[in-house]
């Protein structure tokens, strides 16, 4: 653990994959035999707290599906935001000190709505309020302002937070608060 450097006067505004309200809030539900939904395995890649995912047909969920698998046919109703809740995310790297990564098996916890933090991995422009939240499924990355492209899908999520910049944590949402 390095020394510390800085020292915050005010705590953070919040957790990137917490609830950021208690406005409603809805799962997206697993259409297997058993209503499982668990993290994928290394590929395609595990699902993220704090980030967008997409549940297979499986009922696993992964953040970095590809472009290709989420935004194929019914995929839209299988994309949502990985919650953060207690003992998700685990840490196995050797000395390491944080993980947002859920482990290959464990439960997920993926909403198609409501209020949440984020962290805003790129930024377009200058977004304000408003502004769509764009998902990389082949990054995995969160991009507040952009445009949809060949590669990036609109989540229907929309930014909360007055203003954004990279790197941040905001408040997104799709409940319409």
């Known amino acids: 653990m390095p020394f510390q450097s800085t ?3 005010q705590p953070a505004i919040g957790v990137p994959g917490d609830f950021a309200s ?17 993290s ?3 590929s395609p890649g595990p699902a993220i707290a704090g980030k967008f995912g997409l549940l297979t047909a499986t009922g696993t969920v992964t953040s970095t599906p590809g472009y290709a698998a989420a935004s194929a046919a019914g995929a839209a109703s299988r994309i949502g935001f990985v919650h ?10 050797w000395l390491g000190e944080t993980s947002m990564t859920i482990q290959p098996g464990q439960a997920v916890e993926l909403f198609s709505e409501g209020d949440f933090f984020a962290t805003a ?3 377009t422009g200058t977004p304000v309020r408003g502004a769509k939240v764009i998902w990389d499924p082949a990054a995995g990355t969160i991009n507040i302002g952009a445009t ?3 590669t990036t899908i609109d989540t229907g999520f929309v930014l909360l937070s007055e ?9 997104i949402g799709k409940s319409g608060a």
Do not use: K
């Open 121 to 123: 991995d790129a930024i």
């Open 148 to 150: 949809v492209s060949g």
């Open 22 to 38: 208690v406005n409603p809030r809805h799962f997206v539900v697993s259409g297997t035999l058993n209503q499982r939904m668990v």
């Open 40 to 42: 994928a395995p290394a």
């Open 84 to 93: 953060r809740y207690m003992g998700a995310a685990l840490i196995t790297t």
């Open 163 to 171: 203003t954004a910049t990279a790197g941040q944590t905001i408040i």
């Open 7 to 9: 020292v915050a006067v």
